[in-house]
């Protein structure tokens, strides 16, 4: 165990980092209101384990020449802020090859989510203890007991990583590893900015004047440039504007819920809009909306249906459920499916999924045809 708290010390050491390309990672971090602020980092060698004190050191980013090599591969345990800390101390975007044991042993059984020490029995038939996993990693000096645990962390990783490997590639699916574990660690994407009718459960107690308006309003914002979404009001905001017709923008500012700041040409236009389209209703022409159903037996069946697949499925080719069908793909699933069919979801499906998981989620339809969703969702 190497205890680098110098930039001397880093760079005698720094050869060491040169000479190979996997790295056996962890790291130790103080995460509160203010942020997350990194203590030690613990990184493998062959037999040598290196402990980097990220609060002494000055210059990390000198080593960002080799873990930040494209052929250079990290192992870690449930590493996903790991690999934002580090990325951030090494001034990088984008991690090398990844490999994490967490989602290894999820890609060969029914567990997502398992700590380090379980796997380690499970796979190497060692017990540890977490004596100092409370401990606080802000102090200095860090006493040895401490920096041993640390250690601890990264030592058993090889062996782990090794059997994890062999484990994998006797099921063929030791190369989808780095695939599986880019996409765990993506950040999450943005949810859609896109208004619907369906956005207003309440759009059908409105009146034909008052729902013309609403329907101005939700073309009228989804035609807006990306910054001027942001000033406008939310949907519930939205839906009492519609109901209120303020003829003007000084009547639109004493609504509650609108900011001060949403005002000048974008709230003139908003005023405008809504006042010409309920204008144009006529109740004599104009269908209102009925109420959106809060489920429906349909609804019901198909979400069972979902969720008997997702077991089926991932029992079939022996892979966690939560890794196979999270719960955004189950939630883009149910919308293919009630919209499109099964069918078509299946032939959607892509990346490793589509190599891991298509055949057996084709004979899952086979044997279990969908149900039909209710229309109105």
Request: hydrophobic share 45%; charged share 25%; aromatic share 8%.
């Amino acid at each position: 165990m190497h205890w680098v708290t110098n930039d001397g010390e880093l760079a005698e050491v720094l050869p060491k980092f040169e000479a190979t390309s996997t790295y056996f990672i962890d790291t130790e971090f103080e995460s509160n209101k203010r942020g997350t602020r990194l203590s030690v980092i613990q990184v493998g060698i062959d037999e040598d384990v290196f402990l980097l004190d990220a609060l002494s050191l000055t210059n990390l980013e000198r080593l960002a020449g080799a873990l930040l090599r494209p052929k250079a591969l990290w192992v870690l345990h449930a590493g996903l802020q790991d690999v934002a800390l580090l990325l951030d101390c090494l001034a990088g975007t984008t991690a090398p090859r990844l490999f994490d044991t967490q989602l290894a042993w999820a890609l060969l059984g029914p567990e997502a989510s398992v700590s380090l020490s379980y796997l380690q029995f499970r796979v190497l038939g060692l017990r540890s203890m977490k004596t100092h996993q409370a401990d606080d990693w802000m102090r200095r000096p860090l006493p040895k007991a401490q920096l041993q645990y640390a250690a601890a962390d990264v030592e058993h990783l090889p062996a782990l990583y090794s059997a994890l490997s062999e484990r994998l590639a006797e099921k063929h699916r030791l190369d989808v590893v780095d695939e599986v574990c880019r996409e765990a660690f993506a950040p999450p994407e943005p949810p859609s900015d896109e208004l619907t009718l369906e956005s207003f459960r309440h759009a059908w107690q409105l009146e034909p004047p008052n729902q013309a308006a609403l329907q101005f309003v939700v073309r009228w914002y989804n035609a807006l440039p990306r910054p001027d979404k942001v000033r406008v009001p939310p949907p519930k905001t939205l839906l009492a504007l519609v109901s209120r017709l303020p003829r003007s923008t000084k009547d639109l500012a004493r609504i509650k819920g609108v900011s001060p700041q949403f005002n000048g040409p974008l709230a003139n236009a908003l005023v405008q809009g809504m006042s010409r389209a309920a204008a144009r209703a006529s109740s004599a022409d104009f269908i209102q909306l009925d109420p959106i159903p809060y489920t429906t037996f349909e609804d019901l069946r198909l979400e069972a249906w979902l969720n008997y697949m997702r077991a089926e499925v991932s029992a079939a080719v022996e892979v966690a459920p939560e890794l196979a069908f999270p719960t955004r793909l189950l939630k883009r699933a149910r919308e293919i499916v009630a919209e499109r069919g099964a069918a078509h979801w299946c032939e959607s499906l892509e990346g490793w999924r589509r190599t891991l998981l298509r055949e057996a989620v084709a004979e899952y339809l086979q044997r279990h045809p969908a149900p039909v969703a209710s229309s109105a969702t």
